[in-house]
């Protein structure tokens, strides 16, 4: 299990003038503003499903990365990319840059379930160490 950072650029909106008049949104506000780049951060978890350093995530944390951290359980942190995305069923799969192997979790069949049997979600939120739900 590992713990995500990112980094994002996000576009802030500048000041919407409030006057229809444009002296007055001119007189009061000045010139209009160019959009501000602002950086956002996000965090989550993953895990590895193959030695070599592949870490299969959720898109929606690491979609629109410019910079993707991961920790490990030893505090190890590496550099990671993105190698695909699928945004309909939010998965994304990465690749970290660092020696390996990598201590890796094998993915289930759902197919194999039975109503009643017990599910778990194990995760590394807030970087929290190893939570399941």
Do not use: C
């Not at 209009?32 to 895990?47: A, D, E, H, I, T």
């Amino acid at each position: 299990m590992v713990f995500l950072q990112v980094q994002k650029k996000a576009n802030q909106q500048p000041q919407q003038p409030t006057f229809e008049d444009p002296f007055l949104n001119e007189f009061f506000f000045g010139q209009p503003q160019q959009q501000k780049k602002r950086r956002l951060s996000g965090q989550g978890s993953g895990f590895f499903i193959d030695a070599a350093g592949y870490i299969l995530t959720n898109n929606h944390v690491v979609e629109g990365a410019e910079v993707i951290q991961v920790t490990l359980n030893n505090n190890r942190r590496l550099s990671a990319t993105l190698i695909g995305a699928d945004p309909q069923s939010d998965i994304a799969l990465l690749k970290v840059k660092g020696q390996g192997p990598f201590p890796t979790l094998t993915l289930g069949n759902s197919d194999q379930l039975n109503v009643g049997e017990w599910v778990l979600a194990i995760g590394n939120p807030f970087e929290l160490s190893n939570t399941i739900t």
